[in-house]
């Protein structure tokens, strides 16, 4: 068993309106006192992957993230393997 | 890097400069050269390059949509025309209704949940610009083959968007089309229409005048959204650092929208700006010049003040970026006080980023040196104007020998009743459900009428009950037939929609959706569509109040069919007494109004059973259809209908079924002895609608007919649960419901 992270953010140039919500409501929720220019909000998958994550389970694993996980036209993402 | 300042471009005037990368072509280019008797600046470069681009300049389509003007009719409703954000019509009460239809089908393809979501944002920022409340949206639709793997992507996002982005404004979507066809595959057309209503005296117009007069950005900061083609111009030439390719996908924030709808309603309120312009297309460019270029003065803008979400974003990048929900505001300088606290309480970001002069021209700042000198006419209205030639392509001959009169036609009656199920199930007739399901049609409480009703309708005032109807048509195979017909038809088809929900027609908007204006063919169709949209406003009254071109819809070489989206507004006094198109009553009599001919050219029954496309569409008639109009707002006026559908694609069988299974009730026909029913049924001669008569209001009704000289022919009666036409055979509606509502939720997952 091991475990595979997609980590998908919004391309920095794209907005992110739910990044800004969470930015505004800091200083309402009593969070001020460090200044936190910008939030942005992002997804993770984490994938369970039984038997060995090899470079063709990541091949696939890298195929799913581009073309289901994460919308490439204004997301990117990071594959990563996780130590077990 | 240096900034490339006026005093720059003329100490080099040799530089070279990225114009063809921009799109601009070599003798484009040499005029702006000649405009400003020197190179320009790349800030100025990134501006003509914008505004000079087909979207914004029109330059193929302007020489023809001149007619709109030049021939349109004698109308005292209309109170601002073609020119501004969007025509503003009379309504009656003290009223004023202002609408318009835009197109967003390029930015949708790529992305279509992002593309359909801020093409909503942006015609509804469109008519709160003219001072209005948007009330409602719209949004005709067409897509590839219904059963191609792309369709899949592209429909769910764009329907999803449009939801999406509508639904958080708390606006009711209650019309438009959904249409499928291969000649869409590459190029969807996402169409976006909005209302908006106000009183006459608070109509706003985007001009900017009175030096001293400050102009303040307000709505989302700036980011780099949108920037099509300066990021060729900030890597290749000005600054080879710059890492990220800036995207040509915008983000909307509904939320963020919904706050400027309010914040400038209550801005409105207090009579605090002299002008304003939305952000949409091209951005600051477009605002700020369009902005200098109708108001009498000049203006000077200090770049830097611009609020940015994104610290590294050139010059070039921020006039040209089309970050959503900005709007642009020209306020004197005493209720600049009171504008900010209106924005903060809203929570908008609002600037002042520079002021109205008494000079001529548009100058524009970054860090203290000059980058923009230009006169703002030249960038804004003054831009190139083709000539493009056109000639009717050497295969319409061809294509309208192609008669479809001598397609097969049913042989026995069995057939014509497999072919009825097979047509009323075809994705083009099946129910929309699925799709306007995902839309809130009813929020607010005004809506009185909504898909799949032939217009839909709301209720401007609560007391009297006031109402305003909108209907879209456009059917792209008539006008590939014969685009002057074609354009007609989709007109007649809106205004006899309209007519058909007890509303009278009054004023037009269009989206033009057409290919390359460079190919011939494509521009001689887009000639023709003009001219008979004119000509067919001219004769029916209703002035063209404004709209929107898209041109260059084509995959290679192959265009689109010729796409005019026309879109009728109407008005009625009491939305009470409008029309639904849903047979309600059993006992009621069935009459078809308007003549039958044997006409099936672009017919529904054509592609469904034949895939067939050529001969020649409908004849028009708008004398007729003007009579057709007439009658149907007489008799719901006077309670003599109890129900109304007009009859376009599919002929009277579609009609018939959308009517019963809307009613829930069924129906009893006769053949008339003129026709064949196979004619009867799937024919599609335009003028036409049917209607469901109380028995106690024939004789009236008929007689009404009878005087205006409109053929009334009665055909049935409604009763029972299934259709039955006599002779030939019948159809249980729990079949017919079966069949056509299963086709599109089992085509999408």
């Not at chain 2, 979207?55 to 302007?62: G, L, R, V």
């Not at chain 2, 369709?151 to 958080?168: D, E, F, Q, S």
């Not at chain 2, 903060?344 to 548009?362: F, M, P, S, Y």
């Not at chain 2, 829930?664 to 049924?681: N, Q, S």
Request: aromatic content about 6%; hydrophobic content about 40%.
């Amino acid at each position: 068993m091991a475990r595979v992270v997609v980590d998908v953010m919004l391309k920095p140039e794209i907005l992110d309106p739910q990044g800004q919500a969470v930015q505004r409501a800091l200083p309402r929720l009593g969070f001020d006192g460090i200044a936190i220019a910008e939030v942005r909000q992002g997804k993770r998958f984490e994938l369970e992957v039984d038997g060995p994550v090899d470079d063709a389970a990541l091949t696939r694993i890298q195929e799913l993230a581009d073309t289901f996980l994460a919308n490439t036209v204004i997301e990117d993402f990071t594959v990563k393997v996780e130590p077990s | 890097m240096t900034l490339d300042t006026v005093k720059h471009a003329t100490e080099t005037p040799e530089s070279a400069q990225p114009w063809a990368e921009l799109g601009l072509k070599e003798d484009e280019y040499a005029r702006i050269r000649e405009i400003l008797g020197r190179r320009p600046t790349g800030a100025e470069l990134a501006m003509y390059s914008v505004m000079w681009s087909e979207h914004c300049s029109y330059k193929s389509s302007k020489v023809h949509l001149k007619q709109f003007g030049e021939k349109a009719p004698e109308n005292d409703a209309l109170l601002v025309g073609i020119g501004e954000n969007a025509g503003v019509v009379d309504v009656g009460q003290g009223y004023a209704v202002t609408f318009k239809v835009e197109s967003h089908n390029h930015p949708s393809y790529i992305e279509p949940y992002q593309g359909a979501a801020t093409g909503v944002g942006g015609i509804v920022r469109d008519i709160l610009a003219m001072g209005a409340r948007p009330v409602a949206v719209v949004d005709p639709l067409r897509f590839g083959a219904a059963d191609h793997p792309d369709t899949k992507r592209v429909l769910p996002g764009v329907v999803a968007g449009i939801g999406g982005y509508g639904n958080c404004l708390g606006l009711p979507n209650i019309g438009g089309e959904v249409v499928f066809d291969a000649c869409y595959q590459g190029n969807p057309l996402v169409n976006a229409g909005c209302i908006g209503v106000m009183k006459h005296e608070d109509i706003h117009l985007a001009k900017a005048s009175g030096a001293g007069n400050k102009v303040i950005l307000y709505g989302a900061r700036t980011g780099g959204d949108g920037i099509g083609g300066v990021s060729v111009l900030a890597s290749e030439t000005f600054d080879d650092s710059k890492p990220t390719k800036r995207p040509a996908v915008q983000v909307g924030d509904p939320f963020q929208e919904k706050l400027l709808i309010e914040c400038t309603l209550e801005i409105f309120q207090e009579k605090l700006v002299a002008g304003i312009q939305d952000l949409g297309g091209a951005g600051l460019s477009c605002a700020t010049s369009e902005l200098a270029s109708a108001g009498s003065g000049g203006m000077r803008v200090e770049l830097d003040s611009v609020p940015l979400r994104d610290a590294t974003l050139s010059p070039e990048e921020i006039l040209m970026s089309e970050s959503q929900e900005r709007m642009c505001a020209i306020v004197e300088p005493q209720h600049v006080e009171r504008f900010m606290e209106i924005c903060e309480k809203w929570d908008v970001i609002a600037t002042v980023i520079g002021e109205v002069t008494d000079g001529e021209r548009l100058e524009i700042f970054w860090h203290g040196e000059q980058i923009v000198d230009v006169p703002p006419r030249t960038v804004a209205h003054e831009g190139p104007v083709y000539q493009r030639p056109y000639a009717r392509p050497d295969w319409q001959d061809a294509l309208q020998a192609d008669d479809a009169g001598q397609l097969a036609r049913p042989a026995t009656s069995a057939e014509l009743k497999d072919q009825v199920l097979q047509l009323v199930a075809s994705p083009n007739q099946a129910s929309k459900a699925w799709i306007t399901d995902q839309y809130d049609r009813f929020v607010q409480g005004n809506t009185v009428l909504a898909q799949p009703e032939d217009a839909g309708m709301v209720r401007i005032d609560a007391d009297t009950n006031l109402g305003v109807a909108l209907a879209t048509d456009g059917n792209g195979r008539y006008a590939k037939l014969d685009p002057y017909a074609g354009a007609q038809l989709a007109l007649a088809e809106a205004y006899r929609n309209v007519a058909a929900s007890g509303a009278k027609p009054l004023a037009v908007s269009d989206c033009l959706n057409f290919g390359s204006p460079e190919d011939p063919a494509v521009m001689w169709q887009f000639a023709e569509a003009t001219r008979g949209l004119a000509d067919a406003c001219q004769t029916l009254g209703t002035p063209v109040t404004g709209g929107n071109v898209s041109l260059y819809n084509q995959t290679g070489e192959t265009a689109i069919h010729p796409t005019p989206v026309v879109a009728v507004l109407g008005v009625i006094d009491d939305v009470t007494r409008r029309t639904p198109i849903g047979f309600a009553e059993e006992g009621q009599l069935i009459y078809l109004l308007g003549d039958t001919r044997e006409e099936f050219g672009g017919s529904a029954w054509s592609q469904v059973v034949h895939e067939h496309l050529g001969g020649l569409p409908p004849q028009v008639d708008l004398e007729r259809e003007r009579l057709l109009a007439e009658i149907l707002i007489s008799a719901s006026r006077d309670g003599m209908i109890d129900a109304a559908h007009d009859l376009s694609d599919g002929g009277l069988i579609q009609a018939l079924v959308e009517s019963c299974l809307r009613g829930g009730t069924g129906a009893r026909l006769v053949v008339p002895d003129a026709l064949d029913a196979f004619t009867f049924l799937f024919s599609e001669s335009a003028g036409r609608a049917v209607v469901a008569v109380p028995r106690s209001e024939e004789v009236r009704f008929t007689d009404m007919c009878t005087v205006r000289g409109l053929p009334a022919t009665r055909i049935g009666v409604v009763d029972g649960e299934e259709i039955d036409i006599q002779g030939e055979f019948s159809i249980p509606l729990s079949e017919l419901r079966t069949a056509h509502e299963g086709t599109i939720p089992g085509l999408l997952p």
